[in-house]
């Protein structure tokens, strides 16, 4: 079984610009959750989507959004890059929400 | 808010010996613990988990032991391995925060040979 996958695994931004990163959860698992993992900062909850409707948003600015399609691919979009947004960006699917997480290898995000 | 913490962000030991990686939450809400091994370019892997009901479960070399009333996990690797060597996170979720994982910093763990 595939795992889960994300595209693209390197971006390149200069501030303002936005940005869309997609990924595409293991067969069958319904939910999908988003991680930004900095250096010294762990991994910080974005949000989940279930069903295509998001169950759980993180304290994060209304910059970042997503969504999820019928078929449980997510996108997720940042608009007006900040310096900071740089970060490595994770996605993570589930069967069901409860379950324990799988990672994708990450779209790794450079803001200049 | 941090509210899994790992204090120590590198851990080296012998090839062989045991590799003690250490996790404090503070919410006691927190009933499903995970951790997760990452290498370099790659996401982080599931390793063990352990739920508010049980102390102590293992997988092999993987050992991860709950103390709830001091909030406290930890994650034995016998015999350590130089491919356990990546950075190490814990991560825990309430009934409350639904799929909500909240994530420790991450300890490095190097294995000498």
């Known amino acids: 079984k595939a795992g889960v996958t994300q595209t693209p695994r390197y971006l390149i931004k200069t501030r303002g610009q936005q940005v869309t990163l997609s990924c595409s959860p293991i067969?069958?698992?319904?939910?999908v959750s988003w991680y930004q993992q900095t250096p010294g900062q762990g991994l910080q909850f974005l949000f989940e989507?279930?069903?295509?409707?998001?169950?759980n948003k993180g304290n994060f600015p209304g910059r970042f959004s997503g969504r999820q399609f019928s078929n449980s691919r997510s996108e997720m979009n940042v608009s007006t890059l900040e310096l900071g947004d740089s970060a490595l960006y994770l996605c993570?699917?589930?069967?069901?929400?409860?379950?324990?997480?799988?990672f994708g290898s990450g779209t790794q995000l450079s803001v200049l | 808010d941090q509210q899994v913490k790992q204090n120590s962000p590198s851990l080296s030991v012998q090839e062989g010996r045991i590799s003690i990686l250490n996790c404090d939450y503070t919410n006691s809400m927190f009933d499903y613990f995970l951790w997760y091994k990452k290498y370099p370019a790659e996401g982080p892997t599931f390793l063990i988990s352990?739920?508010?009901?049980?102390d102590k479960n293992e997988d092999g070399r993987f050992t991860v032991f709950l103390n709830k009333s001091a909030k406290h996990l930890s994650l034995h690797i016998v015999p350590s391995q130089p491919g356990d060597s990546a950075v190490y996170f814990c991560?825990?979720?309430?009934?409350?925060?639904?799929?909500?994982?909240?994530f420790g910093t991450g300890t490095s763990l190097t294995v000498i040979p």
């Open positions: 067969s069958g698992h319904r939910s």
């Open positions: 352990i739920s508010s009901i049980k």
């Open positions: 989507y279930f069903s295509e409707t998001q169950r």
């Open positions: 993570a699917s589930s069967l069901t929400t409860n379950e324990k997480l799988f």
């Open positions: 991560a825990a979720r309430g009934v409350t925060s639904g799929n909500q994982f909240y």
